[in-house]
C-alpha cells in the first residue's frame, strides 16, 4: 500500500486542521493506521491510531483534541486537529501495517511523507 499524507500548513493557536493519509493499491480498512509527529530537534512520538476494526487509541497529549477517522469509500484516514496549541508544531506522517503496533513505530512496513503543521501563538 501506498500513503500520501497532506493537509498541513499553518495556524494560529486554538485553531484547527484536518489531515489526510490517502491510500492507493490496497484496501486502506484491511491495515491498522497511525499518525505520528515529529517536533523540531525531538524525537518522533505516536498521535493516534485507528485499528481495522474502527477502535481507536491516542496519546495523552492530543486525547480530547484529536480525532482520527477513516472514510473506506475515499480509501482515506483522517486526522482532525482542533484547539491547536504551539507544541502540537511537528511534521506529521501516517504509517499504516497489517497488525496493530499502536505506538511502536519502527514495526510499521508502510509510511507516507511527512506534512508540516505550524502552529502560531
Known sequence: VQLQASG????????????SCAASGRTISSYA???F??????????VATIYKNGITEYA?????????????AKNT???Q???LKPED???YSCAADSESYRAYAFRYAY???????????
Not at 8 to 19: K, P
Not at 111 to 121: A, E, H, I, R
Request: proline fraction near 3%.
Open 8 to 19: 498541513g500548513g499553518l495556524v494560529l493557536a486554538g485553531g484547527s486542521l484536518r489531515l
Open 33 to 35: 493506521t497511525a499518525w
Open 37 to 46: 509527529r515529529q517536533p523540531p530537534g525531538k524525537e518522533r512520538e505516536f
Open 60 to 72: 495523552d497529549s492530543v486525547k480530547g483534541r484529536f480525532t482520527i477517522s477513516r472514510d473506506n
Open 77 to 79: 484516514v483522517y486526522l
Open 81 to 83: 486537529m482542533n484547539s
Open 89 to 91: 508544531t511537528a511534521v
Open 111 to 121: 509510511w507516507g511523507q511527512g506534512t508540516l503543521v505550524t502552529v502560531s501563538s
